[in-house]
């Protein structure tokens, strides 16, 4: 069984910084590209980024570039988000995801995890 496990969420005031982990068990994580993405009440679920399976190359959404930053430690079975300069926008509760594919659409991910809210005051 496949469990992927947010933590790092919390309230942090604008332009704060954040680190989110998510930590991944029941899969050979090494073979999956891993997301994350966020979701506001009434809201779609929207890309914020992505990585592939070893060397680390990364795609952002337009929103965050510059100012998150992903990274995953296979050795660990992790994947992090640097999140800085922190905005009231990015509130949101973020949940990262598995998938086979490297891909900034939430269809291609198999695996979610329940998610950790981040809220950003002004």
């Known amino acids: 069984q496949a469990q992927l496990v947010e933590s790092g969420g919390g309230l942090v005031q604008a332009g704060g910084s954040l680190r989110l982990s998510c930590a991944a068990s029941?899969?050979?994580?090494?073979?999956?590209?891993m997301g994350w993405f966020r979701q506001a009440p009434g809201k779609e679920r929207e890309f914020v980024a992505a990585?592939?399976?070893?060397?680390?190359?990364?795609v952002y959404a337009d929103s965050v570039k510059g100012r998150f930053t992903l990274s995953r430690d296979n050795a660990k079975d992790t994947v992090y988000l640097q999140m800085n300069s922190l905005k009231p926008e990015d509130t949101a509760l973020y949940y990262c995801?598995?998938?086979?594919?490297?891909?900034?659409?939430?269809?291609?991910?198999?695996?979610w995890g329940q998610g950790t809210q981040v809220t950003v005051s002004s």
């Open positions: 029941g899969l050979t994580f090494s073979n999956y590209y």
């Open positions: 990585i592939t399976r070893r060397f680390g190359g990364t």
């Open positions: 995801a598995a998938g086979s594919t490297y891909s900034t659409n939430s269809r291609a991910y198999n695996f």
